[in-house]
């Protein structure tokens, strides 16, 4: 395809868009496929997990996956925390390691979540990942397949920032 064909589609598809409104704007987000929204290295450096946003045909949810790179091997493995139960805006979650490097930790503004789980900022706790064993908890209002997230879980764990539960 020529770079003048190519500006032409494009430009087709971003006034498609416009014309639509939010209907196309989700099917030009299918188009351009996932995309990392924040990334985080472990404490030894040999892992880095990636929050990707995975298109979504509902306006009012957030399709998230936990994607980590094992960089030594240069494997990966995607991590798939509850469904349709993460709210906008973008960029108000973040990855919190343990400080061993053995717990990945899912936080954020705006989740939909079953239990109040407050860190001192505001923040809660949503996704815990434990990666020597792969099992995985999660904090989340909709039905999932993994085991509910609980304050006790996160207490026991020394993480790399300060996570403190605040009852509410």
Same mark, same amino acid.
């Given at each position: ?9 494009w430009?087709?598809?971003?006034a498609a868009?416009?014309?639509l409104g939010a209907?196309?704007?989700l099917?030009l ?6 995309r990392?929204?924040t990334t985080r290295?472990?404490? /030894? ?6 929050l990707?946003?995975?298109p979504?045909? /509902?306006?009012?949810?957030r399709n ?19 469904? *349709?139960?993460k ?10 390691w343990?400080k061993?490097?053995t717990y990945?930790?899912l936080v954020g ?6 239990d109040?789980?407050?860190l001192d900022?505001?923040?809660q706790?949503?996704f815990?990942?434990?990666?020597p ?7 989340s209002?909709?039905?999932? *397949?993994?085991?509910?997230?609980r304050?006790e879980q ?15």
């Amino acid at each position: 395809m020529t770079g003048t064909r190519r500006l032409a589609t494009w430009a087709l598809v971003v006034a498609a868009s416009a014309a639509l409104g939010a209907g196309a704007t989700l099917g030009l987000q299918h188009l351009l496929g996932p995309r990392t929204t924040t990334t985080r290295l472990s404490p /030894d450096e040999t892992t880095r997990a990636r929050l990707v946003e995975v298109p979504s045909r /509902d306006p009012t949810g957030r399709n998230l996956l936990v994607r980590l790179e094992h960089l030594e091997t240069g494997r990966t493995t995607d991590l798939t925390p509850g469904r *349709d139960d993460k709210g906008r805006p973008e960029g108000t979650e973040r990855l919190i390691w343990s400080k061993d490097g053995t717990y990945l930790l899912l936080v954020g503004r705006h989740f939909y979540v079953r239990d109040d789980l407050f860190l001192d900022n505001g923040d809660q706790a949503y996704f815990l990942h434990h990666l020597p064993t792969g099992r995985g908890w999660i904090n989340s209002a909709e039905p999932s *397949d993994l085991p509910p997230l609980r304050a006790e879980q996160v207490r026991g764990i020394e993480f790399t920032e300060p996570v403190t539960l605040q009852p509410r």
